[in-house]
Structures are given as C-alpha cells and as structure tokens.
C-alpha cells in the first residue's frame, strides 16, 4: 500500500496537481486523497523526501522541491551550506553576465525587462525568491551556452533553498540591504541591454559578493 501511495503521490506531482514550490493538504486530507490510512500516507511521503521531491519545513509543512526524484548530486546541493551555494552562484553568474551582454538579442532585453519588473513587483519572499531565479535564469539564457542553461538548471533547486534561508535571516536581508540589491539587479540588466561586459560583471558581483561579504561577517563561511 505504501508503493501505490507513492506511485500516486509521484503521479500528483508530476501532472501537476501540486507544481514545485505547493505545499501538500495536511495529513488527514493527503490521507483521504491517497486513499489509504494516516500510516501509510505518512510512509510515503518520508519515501518522497528521500527521493528529494518533497522537502518538510519545520512549523510550515511539506512542500514540493522537483517534479521528479532527483539524483544523489542534486541531494547534496541541497544539503550544501548557504555560503558554499552562493560563492558557485558567483561564478556562474558572473560569466552569464559577462556573455549575455555580448550576446543578447532585443527579444532578450525585452524578457530581461519584464523580469525585472516582475521582482520588483514582488509582494511576498516566496514570489521574490522565484521572480529573481527567473531573472537570472533569462540572463543565463540571453548568454547562449547550452551548457551553462543546463548547470544553472540543476543548481536552482539549491539556489531556492539558499535564497529563502537568506531571506529568513532579517540580519542579512533588510530593507537596507533589499534596496541595494535590487538596484544591482537595475544595472545588470541596463549593463547588458547596452552591451558592457564589464558593467554586468561589476553589477553581478555587486549583488552576490555583497552578500558573501556580510555571510562572512556572520561567520558564516571561510574568510
């Protein structure tokens, strides 16, 4: 009963019932879904969080985290420390950047735009974690590395996880620091619609290498 509870929990999951980011009924309705007991619907929803779909966060609930069972690297990721995801998150975004501003077209300036707009529109952190995946996600795109799309796709899962412990930390991230960074997110964009490599560089480090610095001053992280 346990293997049909997961079969059809997988199968929710992947049609779409519950996109990436939904957080799935309480107990007794998931129960009542599944139709099996509280037992067994509990069982499977442990064997999904192995499997990396599903992720239980403490005093909020179990939430889905990938359409599919994920690899063991992706499980690591995952388990990897803020400061460890954020300083490969650099130096990936950095070189997307750099090559998005030699390589963007008008239909990605236009995408880019509207992107960044739609962050600064964002009305909670759960909407701004993924209106600013998807910026940066376009800027990787606008790049035109088959590649670097493909790395920035397997590590988003860990940027989400990241973006929302950071985001959770008033510390970190407070309305001081949220305005800085959204200006750096402005001159990325104006850097790469005009063209200036060096520019989106400057602009990425400035919204990443700010956060390292202050995680450092935290403790967070090797100096």
């Known amino acids: 009963m346990v293997e049909e509870a997961v079969a059809e929990l997988r199968r929710l999951i992947g049609t779409g019932e519950w996109p990436v980011g939904a957080k799935l009924p309480g107990e007794v309705e998931l129960s009542r879904l599944l139709g099996v007991g509280r037992t067994t619907s509990r069982e499977a929803v442990r064997a999904l969080i192995a ?35 954020y300083e490969v998150r650099a130096a990936l975004e950095v070189e997307a950047g750099r090559l998005a501003a030699r390589r ?26 993924e209106a600013d995946l998807d910026l940066h996600r376009r800027v990787v795109l606008a790049a035109r590395n088959p590649v670097l799309v493909r790395l920035f796709d397997s590590f988003v899962d860990a940027l989400r996880e990241a973006a929302g412990q950071l985001l959770a ?20 964009v104006e850097a790469i619609a005009a063209g200036d490599p060096d520019a989106a560089v400057e602009a990425t480090r400035g919204n990443l290498d700010r956060t390292l610095d202050e995680l450092r001053a935290e403790g967070v992280g090797p100096r």
Do not use: K, M
Request: net charge negative.
């Open 169 to 188: 930390d008033t510390d970190l991230h407070g309305a001081e620091e949220q305005h800085a960074i959204g200006r750096a997110h402005h001159a990325l």
């Open 104 to 129: 963007r077209t008008r239909e990605d300036v236009a995408a880019l735009r509207a992107a960044l707009a739609a962050r600064d529109a964002a009305a909670d952190p759960d909407a701004l974690i």
């Open 51 to 85: 499997d990396g779909q599903l992720a239980a966060r403490h005093g909020s609930g179990t939430y889905v985290v990938a359409a599919a069972p994920v690899s063991q690297f992706d499980r690591e990721l995952r388990r990897a420390e803020v400061f460890d995801v």
